[in-house]
Nanobody, 131 residues
Framework: QVQLVESGGGLVQPGGSLTLSCVAS????????IGWFRQVPGKEREGVSC???????LYTDSVKGRFTISRDNANKVVYLHMNSLKPEDTAVYYC?????????????????????????WGQGTQVTVSS
């Protein structure tokens, strides 16, 4: 049974940093893409960053240059390092998995980081950016 557990959220001032972790179990992480998504009340869940099984790191435009995604397959963890946080980054952040057997350079952000294409999801972690 696949399970994903997010952690690392919290309250941070604008301009601050947080690192989110997504710990996976019940799968061999090497064969999966992992996505980070976020949702605010009244809005649809949106893709933030996805990393393919071939380690392509993809980002939505609003976080490019501020967020970095990385993976540690041996320990089954995917991280989202968030710097220069803004109030508009406030949301519940989720990670999710997608079977991925593509080669390097196959995906774009819009083709990989699609909410409906991902299978198991974590429970979410709240990120609040406020002074």
């Amino acid at each position: 049974q696949v399970q994903l557990v997010e952690s690392g959220g919290g309250l941070v001032q604008p301009g601050g940093s947080l690192t989110l972790s997504c710990v996976a179990s019940g799968l061999t992480l090497d064969y999966y893409a992992i996505g980070w998504f976020r949702q605010v009340p009244g809005k649809e869940r949106e893709g933030v960053s996805c990393i393919s099984s071939s380690n392509d790191m993809l980002y939505t435009d609003s976080v490019k240059g501020r967020f970095t995604i990385s993976r540690d397959n041996a320990n089954k963890v995917v991280y989202l390092h968030m710097n220069s946080l803004k109030p508009e980054d406030t949301a519940v952040y989720y990670c999710a998995e997608k079977w991925d057997y593509s080669g390097k350079g196959y995906w774009t952000f819009s083709s990989l980081c699609r909410t409906d294409d991902f299978g198991s999801w974590g429970q979410g972690t709240q990120v609040t950016v406020s002074s």
